[in-house]
């Protein structure tokens, strides 16, 4: 958050006095803490693989610990259980945020609060809410003081409420009372607004259709009919989705599409008009932020998901034409490279199956960093040029390590005992190429394209290597204005009536036409003026698919932290991420091996974390039946 208002400039608090929230100040505070706690969970490395891993985006890498074996569900770890699901992080996050928010809606109107301030606590009450029910199935509404009210009993049983409770009582209705009163336009730069709650309604709107409609027979739980209390059907809910997220889209306010999907991801541009609500980082302040700007700790409030998809390119070796071997690409605080920390790898279908055109759809190259650099004279060394492929010579600033990812072409991979080669990684020699490259079937846990749009940024790098090893200083993007094409695209495909010119196709197309036009290539590192816009459109089907609407979602979210939750609502889970391909951990692992998972209906609904279990005053019996069925002892 920009530091343009005194309310959000308040520090948050970890405890709060009840009597606290009866204040002007225990308002403006509570309402920081609010966007503050969005940190928690959006650039928690935890949360990103309890969103990610596992799913058609990615898989576990060389490096991984049992957060992210177990996350995969494809035997490399343990049984996804109460204990190990990372899905933890959000209920210890969200109830604690509810709670608070509770507190300011109850309270503000006393201490002389305006309407749209309250708005922005209904807005994050809901948007707790609905992020728990996606997640787990039905959630208390009642934390112990009764149903959405500002909780300061010390009650330790709990009753879980169902899923048509949950949106009928808490999502709908806050977020109703949101688009009424918050304002067209920000207060401040990152506050909420109309459309920030449109977004999330139109959404909120379209999962529970699909709840309703429930196509592959997922079930649900606490058990319920699948009725709605309000006595209406998935259609009716897809059609309040569509015309929500097109209401938004006509009517913009303070948000609007960048004109490349480079200029939404380059860091230099961050909170730009296409962010409409984000967990915000900078590089002023450390107690801002809550973490240091010199090493980070691993945990919220730090943003470090960069870190889990960052292979340790480090390692890499070549013969410098005077300090013998060295590192050539060193870790550096730029958006293409960061801490190495090789948790998250990509699976091959991503670049095989949807990320597919390289030179013409943009999405690529302004999503992964797929060219490194050589910059070994940050880190102290002289040399003019290192030993390159082919016996070539590679200069200081020029690439010496590509994926080539298109077509099929005839690489040379190392034939040494151990594969490692010159690069000591494994990558292979192209003729006539002078950077060693790996092709997409040589993808492996070891080494992968990394996830530039996420990389850090630093105002203050200098000359040097910079900072690499603090959590990244950038805001961590939550809602943008795209994702309501996409949200009104697929309640059209799932039978909402639609306005002319604004069809499925028509609303994917806006944003395939603007992931035609390039002004930059990012891992050519050069300009690159060129629109293709014509091309991609009229590539687009005749008639569009959930799987389309998916691919298209992948494209313009990759690593969004949305994943999970995508593949969970439109019941997909099992069908795009059941199977996927990828080589092994070694340097020498070119071989790709198919790796299967086992996603059962059970798993659509996440385990509650056994803390929560653990601290109820209720009988072993009713223990029991509070876990979702998929994860009962």
Known sequence: MGSCSDILDEQPRSNYDPGFFQTELGIKGGLTSLYANLRNLYGQAYYFNSQETGTDEYTYAQSADGNFKDADVSG???????????????????????????????????????????????????FD??????????????????????????????????????YTKAVFPDLLTAINDLPEKPRLTGAL????????????????????????????????????????????????????????????????????????????????????????????????????????????????????????????????????????VQRECVQALGRPWTRMATPQEVFTKVFTDVEKDSRLDGTFTTTFYTNWKKGGKSDDYVEGANGSKVYYGEPFLKFVLSGDPAITYPDDPDGRGKTNGGAGEMAGENAYVVGTTGISRLKYPMLWKQGPYRTDNGSGLGQPNAGS???YVVCKFSELYLVAAEAAVKGASTQGGYSARELVNVLRARAGKWRWNNNGNCEKVADYSKELTDATPATITIDYILDERMREFFGETMRWFDLARTQ??????????????????????????????????????????????????????????????
């Open 193 to 328: 607004t109309k459309n920030v709650a449109r977004l999330i309604l139109a959404k909120a709107y379209l999962t529970y259709g699909w709840w309703l409609e429930n196509p592959n027979g997922i079930p649900t739980y606490p058990e319920c009919s699948r009725t709605d209390p309000d006595g209406h059907d998935a259609k009716w809910y897809y059609q309040q989705a569509y015309d929500i997220a097109l209401d938004a889209i006509k009517n913009p306010g303070a948000y609007s599409l960048q004109p490349t999907f480079y200029d939404v991801n380059v860091a230099t541009n961050d909170r730009n008009s296409e962010c409409m609500l984000y967990a915000d980082h900078n590089d002023q302040s450390e107690l801002y932020n809550g973490g240091s700007f010199s090493y980070g700790s691993g945990g919220a409030p730090d943003n470090f998901v960069s870190w889990m998809g960052c292979w340790n390119y480090t390692t890499m070796t070549a013969e410098g034409n005077t300090s013998g071997v060295i590192n050539p």
């Open 572 to 633: 997909t889970w099992e069908k795009r991420a059941g199977q996927y391909t990828i080589c092994g951990s070694g340097a020498g692992d070119h071989t790709p091996q198919v790796f299967t998972r086992t996603i059962t209906k059970d798993m659509y609904l996440r385990p509650i974390p056994q803390g929560q279990i653990d601290g109820l005053e209720m009988t072993d019996a009713e223990k029991d039946a509070y876990q979702n069925p998929g994860y009962r002892d």
């Open 473 to 475: 200083t950038r805001p």
């Open 76 to 126: 490399a770890g343990s049984p996804l259980n109460s204990t190990n699901c990372r899905a933890d992080v959000l209920w210890g996050s969200a109830f604690s945020n509810i709670n608070t928010a509770s507190g300011v809606i109850e309270n503000a109107t006393a201490a002389g609060m305006s309407e749209a301030l309250i708005a922005e606590a209904r807005f994050f009450r809901a």
């Open 129 to 166: 809410y609905f992020n728990l029910v996606q997640t787990f199935g039905g959630v208390p509404l009642d934390l112990g003081s009764g149903e959405l009210k500002f909780n300061t009993s010390t009650s330790r049983t709990s009753v879980r409420n169902t899923v048509p409770e949950v």
